[in-house]
């Protein structure tokens, strides 16, 4: 057979290119880090949520707590006041001149002085005292001058 350099047929024949022997090299150090590092990012964001949820629990109490006490001096508040209102209007009650008049009259049956129960006390120049209207009654008094 001649063959003619002029003329390369197995140009023009399909050939099937070989395939490259490629050999696959395990990256498991790249993929159990990625792994560690997405398990950390996950374990931190849910400790993020969980430290936002118990902090606004936390608030949520306190204010609940404050609310109680403000309502119970609330209720103190308006006890006293009601408590002062009443002793205001009973000392009131009890200093009015009228009524201590009516108490001393009706209670302790005392009654008003005329004015011929008046006695008066002169102070002579001497360690003396007399009471005109008596007669001749002498006091001697202790105190010196």
Same mark, same amino acid.
């Given at each position: 057979?001649?063959?003619?350099?002029?003329?390369?047929?197995? #140009?023009?024949? +399909?050939?099937?290119?070989?395939?490259?022997?490629?050999?696959?090299?395990?990256?498991?150090?790249?993929?159990?880090?990625?792994?560690?590092?997405?398990?950390?990012?996950?374990?931190?964001?849910?400790?993020?949520? #969980?430290?936002?949820?118990?902090?606004?629990?936390?608030?949520?109490?306190?204010?609940?707590?404050?609310?109680?006490?403000?309502?119970?001096?609330?209720?103190?508040?308006?006890?006293?006041?009601? +408590?002062?209102?009443?002793?205001?209007?009973?000392?009131?009650?009890?200093?009015? #001149?009228?009524?201590?008049?009516?108490?001393?009259?009706?209670?302790?049956?005392?009654?008003?002085?005329?004015?011929?129960?008046?006695?008066?006390?002169?102070?002579?120049?001497?360690?003396?005292?007399?009471?005109?209207?008596?007669?001749?009654?002498?006091?001697?008094?202790?105190?010196?001058?």
């Amino acid at each position: 057979m001649q063959e003619n350099t002029a003329y390369d047929l197995s #140009l023009f024949e +399909e050939h099937t290119p070989e395939k490259p022997h490629l050999r696959v090299t395990p990256k498991t150090k790249g993929v159990r880090l990625r792994r560690g590092l997405a398990w950390m990012k996950t374990v931190s964001a849910a400790a993020v949520v #969980l430290a936002l949820v118990v902090s606004v629990l936390c608030a949520h109490v306190q204010s609940t707590e404050l609310s109680n006490q403000l309502h119970n001096q609330e209720k103190l508040l308006e006890e006293l006041q009601s +408590e002062y209102t009443f002793l205001s209007t009973d000392l009131e009650m009890k200093t009015n #001149l009228t009524a201590v008049q009516a108490y001393a009259s009706n209670v302790l049956r005392m009654v008003k002085m005329d004015r011929s129960q008046v006695t008066y006390v002169t102070d002579g120049e001497e360690n003396r005292v007399e009471r005109p209207g008596k007669g001749n009654d002498e006091e001697k008094d202790n105190s010196t001058d």
